[in-house]
Structures are given as structure tokens and as C-alpha cells.
């Protein structure tokens, strides 16, 4: 059992985006949190959506106990990303298709809530991606649960990359792009793009590149206490993190990546088992 789990007796949540339609499963899920004596706080954006009363996203961070997305994976990654100073727990109901993350399904919302408030679900501590673009003078901070994508920004140009490891030359990267993507994100574009499948509590950044022009480019896993540097010698490339923000990086502008200091925390069921998940989510074993 987690210490203070018991003592979850405020829920923030935000619902997936662009979504009026889960108002009614919204309310209804509301109803069951309250039946277990968990009162519920709405971001306003979530709220303005499906009509309800709503508040700062900060304010109900900090009025929060532990955090609720409803919606999928990406309603998760968000919540996560813009949490994430407030060090709450989070965990995702799923209202979305694949739900790796938003592992709560519709039907298990009474045994989840059974769990939370006897002491009984689990908090899993997940690696965080801490960016910085240097612009010129200016440093701008983000965070990624899942990955920071490195690419081109026009199809017909192949990308350069220059990737510094503790401040040393390590590799020029010429293809699509270049993947660093955290454990837990080793599931997402990692995967798509040939990289391994990780344990999520292992503490390592996955760096697999994105079609690569030459075949001896092979994906590498490395300590999660290195520094990356990305820069290009070529115009510009762009930079995606989680799949959600964009920035632009120039030929003379650097980013660097490094392991964010605190983890995130994840909201589990006991019973949730992370090789059961994959060979759910990605068919293994199936003839």
C-alpha cells in the first residue's frame, strides 16, 4: 500500500479535447467519485467544453490531491507535461482506442476507486525528459513524458543532425529525423520506427533515428544521466515534443536534453501488469 493514498479526497480532471459528447460519461464517472467520497474539480477549458463550472488549471493542480484525464493517451501526455511541477499523481480513465498509459477502462472505474480509497492502487515513478532550446541568449524550458522528435520541416530535404553526448561529438544523423524518447515513450514513435521496447521504470533514453540514410545508423540506449546536444549545420529543423508542442531549431541554435529531476508519478490497479498490457496492446503470442 502507498503511503497517503487514503488520503485522496480531491480529484482534478481534464477531459480529452474538442470532445462535448463525454459530457454524459464525465458526469456519470463524477457521480461514482463522490459515492466514494472523492469530491471532483474541472480545468476550465474541460469545463467551458461540456457546460459545467470549471477553474484555473494551476488552482486545481494544487487543490488536487491526485489528477484524472479522461480521454486517451494524449489527454494523459498532456496532463503529465503540464502537471508536472506540481508533482501529483496521475492517472488516465480510458475513452480512447490503444491506452497504454489511460489504463483505466470504462467498466473498471468502481474496482479502481474500491482500490484507491482501502490504500490499495500503486504508484509507479516514471522518467521525464527535461529540454532546453538555447536561442541566441534565451533558454527555453519544456518537459516530455514520451519522446522529443528531431526532424525535417520539408519532406523533400533530408535532415542533418549533429548529436553531442557530454559535450563531445557522437554522431551525425542524415535521414528523417532522430527519436529520443524515455521508457515509457519506447511504445510510441520509438517503436513504430524499429527502436527497443523498454520497461518503463528503467531510467534510460532510447535515441533511435527516423529512416536513416545510411544502414549502419542503428538505435542506441543509453544512461539516463548523460547530456544530449542536438544542433544542425544546415538551415533549420523542427522539434516535436510528445507529439503535442513545436519548436523551431536554426544552424545556430543547440538543444539539450537531459533527465528531468523529478519523476512523474503514475496512478495504477493493482493488477496492472506492464508485459500483460503489451501482449494486449500489441498482439504478441497471437497466431
Excluded at 494524449?74 to 480510458?94: D, E, F
Excluded at 535532415?159 to 561529438?169: N, P
Excluded at 544530449?228 to 516535436?240: A, D, G, H, W
Amino acid at each position: 500500500m502507498e503511503s497517503g493514498i487514503k488520503d485522496f479526497k480531491v480529484a482534478g480532471f481534464i477531459l480529452r479535447p474538442n470532445s462535448p459528447e463525454i459530457k454524459e460519461l464525465f458526469l456519470d464517472i463524477k457521480s461514482k467519485f463522490k459515492r466514494y467520497g472523492i469530491d471532483v474539480l474541472v480545468a476550465n477549458r474541460s469545463a467551458n467544453m461540456i457546460g459545467v463550472d470549471g477553474m484555473d488549471f494551476d488552482e486545481m493542480c494544487r487543490r488536487s490531491d491526485f489528477l484524472i484525464s479522461l480521454g486517451g493517451d494524449g489527454t494523459l501526455l498532456s496532463l503529465v507535461r503540464r502537471s508536472y511541477k506540481y508533482n501529483k499523481p496521475v492517472a488516465g480513465i480510458n475513452a480512447g482506442n490503444l491506452g497504454f498509459l489511460a489504463d483505466v477502462k470504462i467498466g473498471e472505474v468502481d474496482d479502481f476507486l474500491e482500490q484507491l480509497v482501502n490504500g490499495e492502487c500503486r504508484i509507479d515513478e516514471r522518467m521525464m525528459i527535461r529540454g532546453v532550446l538555447s536561442v541566441r541568449e534565451i533558454d527555453i524550458p519544456f518537459y516530455a513524458f514520451n519522446d522529443v522528435v528531431v526532424t525535417r520541416p520539408i519532406v523533400s530535404r533530408m535532415a542533418t543532425i549533429e548529436s553531442y553526448i557530454e559535450d563531445e561529438i557522437f554522431n551525425i544523423y542524415r535521414g528523417d529525423g532522430l527519436i529520443i524518447s524515455t521508457p515509457t515513450g519506447s511504445t510510441a514513435y520509438n517503436l513504430a520506427a524499429g527502436g527497443p521496447v523498454m520497461y518503463p521504470l528503467t531510467k534510460a533514453f532510447i535515441m533511435t533515428p527516423i529512416c536513416p540514410h545510411s544502414l549502419t545508423q542503428r538505435p542506441l540506449v543509453m544512461p539516463a544521466d548523460f547530456t544530449i546536444k542536438i544542433k544542425t549545420p544546415k538551415e533549420r529543423l523542427i522539434v516535436v515534443v510528445d507529439g503535442q508542442d513545436t519548436y523551431e531549431l536554426k544552424h545556430d541554435e543547440e538543444l539539450i536534453i537531459r533527465g528531468a529531476k523529478n519523476s512523474a508519478k503514475l496512478l495504477h490497479r493493482r493488477e496492472r501488469n506492464y508485459f500483460r498490457v503489451l501482449r494486449d496492446k500489441l498482439s504478441w503470442g497471437d497466431n
